[in-house]
């Protein structure tokens, strides 16, 4: 019953810190110092990665009308007036080949690099510094965006060049641990003049194939062989992550409206000075 509540509270921890930009990574490894679940090593890096498909589901679930590409009573952009182009939402298929450019740096360094990165970066003083580092960022891009305009309001103008350059961002979060995917994206994003809403939704839309595809590459690795009860602390994972996300993700857009992602970089500082402190002092050791 304790593995089964530990699968719980890492859920819950999975649901908030994948969708803020506050690195889910960072909070994993904290939290992982106090709480432990009673699995190898091999099956927790798996259940790290596997339970953030509940959160990627929760992303699905809320935006489903702006991601779905097929239908007939929403379609403004059908690719012909007549059968089955109808059907074909062409500015929704557009949106899904820049996501596909904004995923090939990240896959390429992740199927060759994977192990290597996981071997040589994977300690609390690259999770520290990223964490800090990009924390920094945001405060400098809200501060020098703040009285100016953003260019770019929807997704719809994010061209293929943003897309490309929002990839780019998104693989430094694929190597340096603590930098955050979601992080990375929408600090490169803001500073390419993309607002908010629209850097927010298409870095949500973004997990959806990188994380499926991190989860099929873990998968894929995992040698060996997974028990009953570990498959239920996947689903408890999942489940809790999925319904926290929705919450967490509805929050943030209505959050983002109205505030910057500043608080959010000062609370990267903080967590990754706490990281820092408790590498140094021995508490925490990977």
Known sequence: MWDYFVAFVFGVVE????????????????LNEFLKLNVSAEFYDLYLVVIQLGAILAVMVVFWWDIWPFGIKRNNHPLSDSG????????????????????????????????????????????????????????????????KEFKIKTIGQINWGHAFMIGMFQLLAAIFPGASRSGSTIVGSLGMGIKREAAAKFT??????????????????????????????????MVTAFVVSLFVIKALMSFIKKHGFTCFGWY???????????????????
């Open 204 to 237: 949500f839309f973004l997990a959806i194939p990188v994380m499926f595809g991190a989860s099929l590459l873990k998968i894929v690795k995992f040698k060996g062989e997974v028990q009953g009860n570990e498959l239920a602390l996947l689903g408890i994972g």
């Open 268 to 286: 990267r500082i903080a967590l990754g000075i706490v990281v820092l402190v408790l590498g140094l002092t021995g508490v925490i050791g990977f």
């Open 15 to 30: 649901g908030i810190t994948e969708w803020l930009p506050v690195s889910s990574t960072g909070h994993m490894i904290i």
């Open 84 to 147: 089955i182009g109808r059907w074909i939402m062409k500015d929704k298929f557009i949106m899904w080949f820049k996501i596909a450019v904004a995923c090939i740096p990240a896959a390429i360094v992740g199927v060759l690099f994977d192990d290597w990165l996981d071997e040589h970066l994977y300690n609390y003083v690259v999770v520290a510094i990223a964490l800090i580092v990009f924390g920094i960022a945001f405060i400098v891009v809200e501060h020098v965006m703040k009285n």
